[in-house]
């Protein structure tokens, strides 16, 4: 460990102590969360299966930076690049058009073995694999109905879509010995206000409930559901609401999703959380930055982020959370997107570690708000950087900005040849 990282590190530490913060103890427990990177910041949203189809659910993604991953072993080798440059283990979120396979498969069809070679190099490296059911980006889609469909036979088609997923998230959790997040998101919706709101949400609900029929052991495979408050060309309603999938999943016992840009523009998520795991056994985070609409920006270090962090830290919500990250930004180098978004996560984590909680705690209790919020706005400039340095060394991954440089030579040698 290079000396200057190590002595500032020291000092630092000495600083958190005075508030009786245990550094070390934050950072092997930092070590231990898994952030799931979602392989579609990897190529746009394009996937393998149907790659003619254009990007639908009112989903977009603006800039064209060269490089993206065509194959599935290109979005690997990017995703080994971007993992050897963000500290710790982690999983990869797949959605289902990333599929690993030459056969013309429906995604109806889909089984584990279509995966396989993402298993094999999950397993190798000792990562995870979370999955998504792919409900856009199709024909049966088009006109912006799925599980909601007022057809049954194009319902009973994404009902089967999403029975696949489950089947193809509990191979993974069996694989790979820790359970698969499968997390699904449908577009459904109008642009204008409908007439009936309620017929499109009793038809969510029963193909939901056909969805989840067959048992899956928890070990394998956690059940969540994605809310949206709106998309493009789902302006005025949207089916899977954040209400409808709230009593849809405490009623059913699976987890609810929670998108950082599926709200209104001024609602945040943080302030969701602690009421959500009061009744409800469990959590996904799409951890995005909405910038004026669900943009799905890179994440940057601001003040929401390190919100949420507060509250699955002080909370003591991390066991019962899955974060998951959710950008797609075609504008920049799309491995640095994925460092940028995750060490960011993990330093907002960090940072939350790094505050004297029970202190913060008891002066609340005591009504000294005053203190509470000196305490709380000067430990914003404790040196936290160096813990992050000291954590980024120790784990042998490059410290501060040097990864960028790494970033840059596989531009050149890599992405720049494709
Ligand atoms: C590609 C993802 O499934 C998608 O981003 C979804 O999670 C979402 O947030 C849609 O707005
Ligand atoms: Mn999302």
Redesign the pocket.
């Known amino acids: 460990m290079d000396n200057a990282i190590q002595t500032s590190y020291n000092e630092a530490k000495k600083l958190y102590e005075r508030h009786g913060i245990d550094v070390d103890a934050a950072l092997a427990r930092l070590s231990q969360i898994r952030i799931s990177l979602?392989c579609?910041q990897g190529d746009d949203?394009k996937g393998f299966l149907r790659k003619d189809q254009e990007l639908g659910?009112?989903?977009a993604v603006t800039g064209s930076y060269p490089g993206r991953a065509r194959r599935p072993d290109e979005l690997r080798q990017d995703l080994d690049e971007a993992l050897r440059l963000i500290p710790g283990q982690h999983k990869v979120n797949l959605?289902a058009i990333y599929a690993d396979t030459d056969e013309q498969v429906e995604l109806d069809a889909l089984e584990p073995r279509h995966f396989a070679g993402w298993v094999d190099w999950a397993k190798e490296r000792g990562l995870g694999l979370d999955f998504?059911p792919?409900c856009f980006s199709h024909e049966k889609a088009k006109d912006g109905f799925t599980l909601s469909h007022p057809d049954p036979e194009i319902r009973r088609f994404w009902i089967d879509h999403c029975k696949a997923s489950r089947r193809i998230a509990e191979s993974f959790g069996r694989e790979l010995g820790q359970p698969s997040v499968t997390?699904v998101?449908i577009?459904d919706g109008f642009k204008d206000s409908p007439v009936d709101r309620l017929t499109p949400r009793a038809r969510l609900m029963e193909a939901l409930d056909e969805v989840f029929a067959e048992p899956i052991d928890e070990k394998y495979n956690i059940d969540a559901v994605?809310s949206?408050l709106f998309?493009i060309g789902s302006e005025s309603y949207v089916v899977g609401s954040h209400e409808f999938y709230m009593g849809y999943a405490l009623s059913r016992g699976i987890a609810v999703?929670f998108?950082a840009?599926?709200f209104h523009p001024t609602e945040t998520i943080s302030n969701k959380l602690s009421s959500w795991l009061l009744f409800g056994r469990e959590m996904l985070l799409?951890v995005?930055r909405p910038v004026r609409w669900?943009s799905?920006h890179v994440v940057t270090m601001d003040d929401e982020l390190l919100e949420i962090a507060r509250e699955l830290v002080r909370g003591e919500l991390l066991d019962r959370t899955h974060i998951g990250l959710?950008f797609?930004d075609g504008s920049i180098n799309h491995i640095a997107a994925w460092v940028i978004g995750t060490r960011n996560t993990q330093k907002a984590l960090l940072r939350a570690m790094l505050e004297p909680i029970g202190e913060l705690k008891q002066l609340e209790l005591d009504g000294d708000y005053t203190s509470r919020l000196a305490l709380v706005e000067e430990f914003k400039s404790y040196p936290y950087g160096a813990i992050w340095d000291y954590f980024c060394a120790s784990q042998g991954v490059p410290v501060r900005e040097a990864w960028l440089t790494d970033v840059k030579e596989y531009e050149t040698n890599v992405l720049s040849a494709r």
């Open positions: 979602h579609w949203v659910g009112g989903l959605h998504n792919t997390n998101w577009p994605e949206k998309g999703c998108d840009g599926h799409h995005s669900d799905d959710d797609f």
